[in-house]
């Protein structure tokens, strides 16, 4: 019914800049808020940033001033620009969406994508 479909991951040195984007797609009416989570070997998966489709904002502390995230409402699309990245963001970042579906009726429901690999190097 819905898919997230993220890009942009790789591998970058200390101190460089990537850009994550994840599209949704499928039986959107609405999408509430959107946000990006990360989950590094052997650690619990954690918000990094987080979006409101009114443009609210909130992120973890350990990424504050590095990390950017904006949506693009018509597109169904959310960025995240990490920059001045450390090799401690190394992590499969994932993207989430609270969506309100329609499919015969109305239902909300929330959506994740299939994660990509961000590696930082020292």
């Known amino acids: 019914q819905v898919q997230l479909v993220e890009s942009g991951g790789g591998l970058v040195q200390a101190g460089g800049s990537l850009r994550l984007s994840c599209a949704a797609t499928?039986?959107?009416?609405?999408?509430?808020?959107m946000g990006w989570y990360r989950q590094a070997p052997g650690k619990q998966r954690e918000l990094v940033a987080a979006a409101t489709s009114g443009g609210a904002t909130n992120y973890a502390d350990s990424v504050k001033g590095r990390f950017t995230i904006s949506r693009d409402n018509a597109k169904n699309t959310v960025y995240l620009q990490m920059n001045s990245l450390k090799p401690e963001d190394t992590a499969v970042y994932y993207c989430e969406a609270d969506v309100i579906v329609i499919n015969g009726a109305y239902y909300s429901k929330d959506y994740w994508g299939q994660g990509t690999q961000v590696t930082v190097s020292s």
């Open positions: 499928g039986n959107i009416f609405k999408i509430n808020d």
